[in-house]
């Protein structure tokens, strides 16, 4: 079956200007993940939806990040103001929720912020 | 916190055993040893997991010491496909926040 997709593949953008990344959990999937990982560095995470419970937003790094997720499935990170530290690789998983072992990985969305 | 800690690089000649090791001393008992890859622009891919016992599935094997303060993961006939940067992650099972990636070893499998 389809696994996570993540769109766009790659967005540059001007510093200053907000962008949105959008990723397709896998159907089924309650849970859902977004983590960054700049260049040559290992995964840190963002922020975590478990069906309709309060999403978990520990590791956003400023209130310029946000995300929701709609109907349970769809899911959209927006960075307002980019600065150029934001530039890195977003990268989406889903699982089937709490007690599952395996989260499934989308490709990444790679931003880079000019 | 990654809770682990790997090597930062090995090499492997292909067609032999790859041996990751990973130690992760202050364990806890309900937590599980996670094994994930990253191919260079992928996303990262599960591998195996376990809590004590040895683990072996299509793509390699687990091993865990007695004390569970490390373990290792086996690749038994490593391909040049396997080049990647390995991730070792301990997380108590029914936890649904994030795994916590550390850097990993990157693992070259040679011609």
Known sequence: GAGVSQSPSNKVTEKGKDVELRCDPISGHTALYWYRQSLGQGLEFLIYFQGNSAPDKSGLPSDRFSAERTGGSVSTLTIQRTQQEDSAVYLCASSLGQGASEQYFGPGTRLTVT | ?111
């Not at chain 2, 090597?7 to 996670?34: F, K, Q, W």
């Open chain 2, 1 to 111: 916190d990654a809770k682990t800690t790997q090597p930062p690089s090995m090499d492997c000649a292909e067609g032999r055993a790859a041996n990751l090791p990973c130690n992760h001393s202050t364990i806890s008992g309900n937590e599980y040893v996670y094994w994930y890859r990253q191919i260079h622009s992928q996303g990262p891919q599960y591998i195996i997991h376990g809590l004590k016992n040895n683990e072996t599935n299509e793509m390699a094997s687990l091993i865990i010491t007695e004390d569970r303060k490390s373990s290792t993961l086996i690749l038994p006939h490593a391909t040049l496909r396997d080049t990647a940067v390995y991730y070792c992650i301990v997380r108590a099972r029914g936890e649904g926040q994030n795994f916590v990636f550390g850097p990993g070893t990157r693992l070259s499998v040679l011609p």
